[in-house]
């Protein structure tokens, strides 16, 4: 575990211990459940924004992404009563689509990853109203039981959703942190021309993190979905984008590229769902929480820059000290 991850742990331990001395509900096993689900919901998506930001770039039509997927998951599940993994895999397979097509927008077509992405915003978000006629589309009285203890059971105790989470932690920990894949992206992340130089198949590399983020908004899409019970396609997943920024950010991410861990980024989403907790349960309004947010996504970039010049100031040092010897 890194230093900045150390940091954040403690962290972490530091305001869930303030939270429980100003509101003991905190630690009750109801309390610590639903957090578990919210961090399962959050934690998905939200590793993907975080291999994007990895490279450089930014992913804002995540929560758009929901609603286009999330109306014709239900769409086909109840009005075309498809089997459901069918249905199951077409939403993913759309997630990954989308990835792919922002991944070519920005690899081949050179645009920026934020035009590409918020084009995306809006693009998905419409054709999910067009769809739908703004209606907003349910389960019903479907026999949907297995599926739903799938999406939103819990085994042992444990929601589903935040094991589906902790798997996709485990898997993603070893692909950017033990296999060559993991160095490229961050070497692509860190400096693009310099790792093309290099030999590394840079463009691959970049769609790949996009196309990766494209699969888990699709899983998380089927989560959320029966998670909300119903999809109202002009609201649904609005902003969630800016919690995996927050995320990763939060988890260690750096905006410029070429750092972040996923053990970062788990903390992270454990952090900012444990901000949420605490507005809810110290009665603030919840009218508050995007503020709270937006602090917190200022305090991230503010010490991620802090921790960079500092870095920056250490190495000329070492340089200077170099020099000096030689001399």
Known sequence: MHKKDLGLLALVLVIGAITTALNPVFLSPVNLVNMANLIGLFGIFSIGQGLVIITGGIELSVGSMF????????????????????VI??????????GAVHAFLV????????????????????????????????????????????????????????IAFVIVAIVMYVVLHKSVYGRHLLAAGKNEEAARFSGINTRMVIASA??????LAGLSALFLAFYTSSVSPSAHGTFYELYAIAAAVLGGCSLRGGEGSIIGIVLGTILLQILQNLVNLLGIPTSLN????GAVILAGVLADQALTRRRAIKVAEQQRAKVAAAA
């Open 290 to 293: 995007f503020a709270v947010m």
């Open 210 to 215: 996009y196309m990766i983020n494209g699969t």
């Open 89 to 98: 895999v077409v939403a993913v397979g759309l997630g990954l689509i989308f």
């Open 107 to 162: 690899t081949r077509l050179n645009l920026q990853p934020f035009v590409v992405t918020l084009c995306g915003l809006l693009i998905y978000r419409g054709i999910a109203r067009w769809y739908m006629a703004d209606a907003t589309i349910g389960f019903g009285y479907g026999d949907f039981d297995t599926l739903f203890w799938l999406a939103s059971g819990r085994s042992f105790g444990i929601p589903h959703t935040f």
């Open 67 to 86: 609603a286009l997927i999330g109306v014709i998951f239900v769409d086909l599940l109840v009005n075309y009563e498809l089997p459901w993994p069918i």
